[in-house]
Nanobody, 125 residues
Framework: VQLQASGGGLVQAGGSLGLSCAAS????????MAWFRQGPGKEREFVAA????????WYGDSVKYRFTMSRDRAKNTVNPQMNRLNPEDTAVYYC???????????????????WGQGTQVTVSS
């Protein structure tokens, strides 16, 4: 199983950036696909998640109303669109996949058994 994260980069505050996580190696029909991030000196933080089969999208409080999560079944990708970025969004962003998660557990990184390598997002002020 491989999760390949891409799309990170440098953006000015107020700008937008889209990430992509390409999943391969198995079927993910019963999985929740998520993004977490970890800023300098901070703990890993939940960003957003989507149930691959449909019926659930969740957002972290700090990104709600700014980030939009979607999936492309044809390309097997999960794609957060990040808008109105600010310097506090600077972090390494990781995609993850977890099997058969319920709503109360999607924000817990320990529930995910597959992780991508991370992509750096830097927001300048």
């Amino acid at each position: 199983v491989q999760l390949q994260a891409s799309g990170g980069g440098l953006v000015q505050a107020g700008g937008s950036l889209g990430l992509s996580c390409a999943a391969s190696g198995r079927t993910f029909s019963d999985y929740v696909m998520a993004w977490f991030r970890q800023g300098p000196g901070k703990e890993r933080e939940f960003v957003a998640a989507i149930r691959w089969s449909g019926g659930g999208i969740w957002y972290g409080d700090s990104v709600k109303y700014r980030f939009t999560m979607s999936r492309d079944r044809a390309k097997n990708t999960v794609n957060p669109q990040m808008n109105r970025l600010n310097p506090e969004d600077t972090a390494v962003y990781y995609c993850a996949a977890g099997p058969r998660l319920i709503s109360s557990t999607v924000r817990q990184p320990t529930k995910y058994n597959y992780w991508g390598q991370g992509t750096q997002v830097t927001v300048s002020s």
